[in-house]
C-alpha cells in the first residue's frame, strides 16, 4: 500500500481522529492548528485557527458538525466543522489534555490538569446542538477532582452516567459523572501513565496504552483485562481495527532519546497485534519519530498514524490485508 | 502543453514550431495519447509520449459524506482548487504490510551484541579460544591474563619448549591459523603468546632475576641502586597495570653476568625491601 503524506503540521501531532463516516480525517499538533483532511485522498479541507498553544485533543461529534477541541493555552474550544468557525469558548485554569464526546453528542467530558495549585479536574458539559451552537452554557453539568493520581484520558463508556478514566500511575476507573465518585477501578491496569483509551465500537470494550510497554483490552463495565500486548517500546497509542481482529500499537522510545538511537532501533512503526492470540502479526514502517497517535477509519479500510515528527500517515490497506489469514479461518465477529 | 516549451534561441523559433507543436489525440478504446516535445536539462530536445486511460470508479456513499465533498475550503486553504495541494499532501513510498503468525519481538530482539556475535559465527569465527587459559573468550579478557600469561612463558624451559614445537608445529599450525592465514617465516615455530613479548633475541641471553613481592612503588631506579652493587645491571623492568601505571609487585631485573645474577640471588632472597620481603627466582 502507499500512504498519503500530510504535511499539515509544523510540529509533532497530538492526536488524530476520523469522523463517523470515516471520510474526514481532524489532526491537531503542537503548532496552535488544527487541520481537517480528506481521507480518500488526503485532500485538505481545511485549518481551524484560534488557539494560542499546542492542541492536545480534539474530538468530533457523530454528525460531523461541531469539533471540540482541548489546548494548552487553557482553552476548550468548539468548532464548527464545515466553516472552521470558532463557535464557543470555555476557559479553565489550566491546560485541556482530554475531550471526548459522548456518544448521543449531547455532552463533552474534558480532563484539565493538575497545575498551579489547582487540581486536576473532570467537567461534563452539556453542548446546545440548537441554532448555530454559538449559544452555550459556560456552567459544567458536573465537575470533580479525581482524589490520587491524576487523570489523562477519558471517554463515555455504554453504560450511562458513568466516565471512563486512565491514570498517570496506570489506573483505570469509572467515575459516577454527577457525584464524582469512583464506582470501580482496577489500581493495577498498568504500572505506568496511561497515553491512550479507544472505545470499540459499541463501547463494551475498550483498549488502552501505556508507557509500560503494554497495551491491554480491558471490559468496560468490570474493568477486567481481557487482553495484553506486551510490546518492547514505550507506547503512545493504540487502536482497535474494526471488522478484522487486529490491534494497532504506535509508541516509540521517548522524544528525547530519539536522537541517540538508530532507527531501526528506535521502532518507530505501526505495530498490528493478533486481538486473539496477543501475537504481533505485521509492522508497517514510515515515521521518522515515535508515533504519537493512530486511528483507524471507522469502516475499517484504513488507518493514520501521526507522529513526532510532524507527518500524519494515512494507509488504505490493500486487498491482501483483507484476505490474510496468518492463523487460518477465525471467524471473529465485532 | 505548449508553455512548458522553452526557446533556446530566436534561431529555433520557427523550426521549434511544427514540432513542438506535438499531438493530442484519442483513439477507440479511449486512451488519450499526447506526444510533446521539450528540451531537458542537457539541452537535448526530447519527445515525450503519455498514454492516458481515464476510467470512472463509482463507490456508493452516504448522502453526508457526498454532501461534504462539495463543501468551500476554509482557514488556510480558503478559494483553493480542489483536489489535493502538493505542498501538504504527496504519496509516500510503498510500505508493506505482511500479516504472518509468529512473535515478530523475538525473531527481530537480537542487540546490537548479539547481533555482532551472530554474523561473527556465520563467518565461521564463532569459535573463540583464549590462548591462555583455553577459555570461551578472548585472549584479552581472559581473568587469569595477570597471572597466567606471565608464569606460563617464564617457567617453561625454552630447551623443552624449543624441543615441543618441533614435534607438533606442522600438524597444529594449519588448525590453529586457519588454511588461508599466512603467517611470515620470522613468525612460525612459534608459541602462542610469545611473538610480540620478546621482539629480541639477544634479552634471552642475559641471566635474568623475577623479583616478586615488592611493593607498588617500587621504582626502576630503586632496583637498579639495590642490584646495582652486585655489578652491572643490564636491564630493568617493572611491570605495570597499563591503565593506572601502578606497580604489579613483579619485576625482572637482568645481569650482564651470570655470576652476579647467582650472587645477587642468593643474597637477597628473603631480604625485606620496603617492608615487604624479596622473593627472586632465576629466569634462565
Known sequence: ?334 | MAAAIHKTSWADDVEGLDQSKGEDYIDENGIRTIVEYAINDEGKKVKIIRRIKRTLQKSLVEHAVAERKTWAKFGLEKGNKPGPDRATTTVGETVYLKLTPGNKAAETELSEQQALKATLSKAGAGKVVCRICKGDHFTAKCPYKDSLAGLDNIETPPLAADSDADAPAPAAAPAAGGPSKYVPPSMRNRGPGESMSRPGGSRDDLPTLRVTNISEDTQENDLRELFGSFGRVARVYVGRDRDTGVGKGFAFVSFEDRAVAQRAMEKMHGRGYDSLILKRTVVP
Open chain 1, 1 to 334: 500500500m502507499r500512504p498519503i503524506l500530510l504535511q499539515g503540521h509544523e510540529r509533532s501531532l497530538t492526536q488524530i481522529k476520523f469522523n463517523q463516516e470515516g471520510d474526514l480525517l481532524f489532526s491537531c499538533s503542537k503548532d496552535h492548528i488544527i487541520n481537517v483532511w480528506f481521507s480518500h485522498n488526503g485532500e485538505r479541507l481545511g485549518t481551524y485557527h484560534g488557539h494560542n498553544g499546542t492542541v492536545w485533543t480534539i474530538d468530533v461529534d457523530a454528525q460531523s458538525r461541531f469539533l471540540i477541541s482541548g489546548s494548552a493555552d487553557n482553552e476548550m474550544r468548539l468548532w464548527d466543522v464545515q466553516t472552521g468557525k470558532c463557535l464557543f469558548v470555555w476557559e479553565f485554569p489550566t491546560a485541556v489534555k482530554r475531550v471526548t464526546f459522548s456518544d448521543d453528542d449531547d455532552q463533552v467530558v474534558c480532563i484539565t490538569e493538575q497545575r498551579m495549585g489547582y487540581q486536576g479536574a473532570i467537567r461534563i458539559f452539556h453542548i446546545n446542538r440548537d441554532g448555530d451552537g454559538t449559544q452555550q452554557s459556560l456552567e459544567p453539568v458536573s465537575m470533580f477532582h479525581p482524589i490520587g493520581s491524576k487523570a489523562t484520558v477519558c471517554a463515555f463508556p455504554y453504560m450511562p452516567g458513568l466516565i471512563l478514566t486512565g491514570h498517570e500511575s496506570g489506573k483505570i476507573a469509572l467515575f459516577d459523572a454527577r457525584s464524582g465518585e469512583e464506582v470501580l477501578s482496577n489500581e493495577r491496569a498498568h504500572l505506568d501513565v496511561v497515553t491512550d483509551l479507544q472505545l470499540s465500537a459499541d463501547r463494551s470494550y475498550f483498549i488502552t496504552s501505556s508507557k509500560d510497554k503494554t497495551a491491554r483490552i480491558h471490559d468496560a463495565k468490570t474493568l477486567t483485562v481481557l487482553k495484553t500486548f506486551q510490546t518492547e517500546t514505550p507506547l503512545n497509542s493504540a487502536a482497535l481495527a474494526p471488522n478484522m481482529p487486529y490491534v494497532l500499537l504506535g509508541g516509540g522510545q521517548e522524544a528525547m532519546s530519539v536522537t541517540t538511537t538508530s532507527l531501526r532501533q528506535g521502532k518507530f512503526e505501526a505495530r498490528f497485534w493478533h486481538r486473539v492470540f496477543e501475537e504481533e502479526v505485521g509492522r508497517v514502517k514510515g515515521h521518522f519519530g515515535p508515533l504519537n497517535t493512530i486511528a483507524v477509519h471507522p469502516a475499517g479500510t484504513a488507518y493514520a498514524s501521526g507522529g513526532e515528527d510532524g507527518f500524519v500517515r494515512v494507509h488504505h490497506f490493500d486487498e491482501s490485508y483483507f484476505k490474510a489469514r496468518p492463523y487460518g479461518e477465525v471467524e471473529i465477529l465485532d
